[in-house]
């Protein structure tokens, strides 16, 4: 079965200001073809997580953009958002779909494990997630290899996440990504975010 053309995910920052983060984040989205926003809210109190998505959510949602929350299933069932995207040994795929509920997106990050990309994709995960990918990163290789192998063998899509950049996103593409999760490559590109955005665009429009 063919495959669609990969796409693009585009991941906050880990840190960051959410009301001066709004524009950037904004005109990133008008830069190219995004079809998710991952929020990641680590280190913020629920009060403050709660104001970010809802500040930021919108925007997104409001360009058709789904916006999953990463590691916090419960809150973003709570909170409108799209769904979530978790590591399996911080809540177990049944506990999240039960909160999420059937319509919700639910992503497992497996990071270079088969085991636990095969197992999120029995248990009915929307996606999986490989990385990462820095480039000194000994494990890339692999990586890259686990999306050949995903791309042959099962139907869920992956997402390949980490260390991606509009410089190295198109060996991720050939390898069998069918989205790439982009953060620093984006919100660091030397050009702009913008600029970053629109690259990776033409690349997956183009590959």
């Known amino acids: 079965m063919t495959r669609p053309p990969c796409q693009l995910i585009l991941v906050t920052p880990e840190r960051f200001d959410p009301v001066a983060f709004l524009p950037a984040l904004e005109q990133a989205l008008d830069a190219g073809l995004v079809a998710c926003l991952e ?15 809802d500040l930021l959510r919108p925007p997104a949602q409001r360009r058709s953009v789904a916006v999953l929350l990463a590691g916090q299933a419960g809150l973003a069932a709570e909170t409108g958002c799209d769904g979530a995207h978790l590591d399996p040994a911080a809540m177990s795929y049944q506990d999240a779909r039960r909160v999420l509920g059937p319509g919700g997106i639910l992503g497992i990050a497996a990071g270079i494990s088969r085991h636990l990309a095969l ?28 999306l050949r192998w995903w791309q042959e063998v099962i139907e869920v899509p992956c997402v390949a996440q980490g260390g991606i950049t509009p410089a190295n996103a198109g060996m991720l593409v050939a390898a069998g990504a069918d989205f790439i999760a982009c953060a620093r490559g984006v919100w660091d590109h030397a050009d702009g975010p913008t600029v970053a955005v629109g690259a990776l665009t033409s690349l997956l429009t183009t590959t």
């Open 39 to 53: 929020l990641r809210l680590s280190g913020l109190s629920d009060a403050q997580a709660r104001a970010a998505i």
């Open 119 to 146: 197992d999120a994709a029995e248990a009915g995960a929307d996606f999986v997630s490989f990385g990462p990918y820095y480039p000194d990163n000994e494990a890339q290789a692999a990586g890259r290899d686990l």
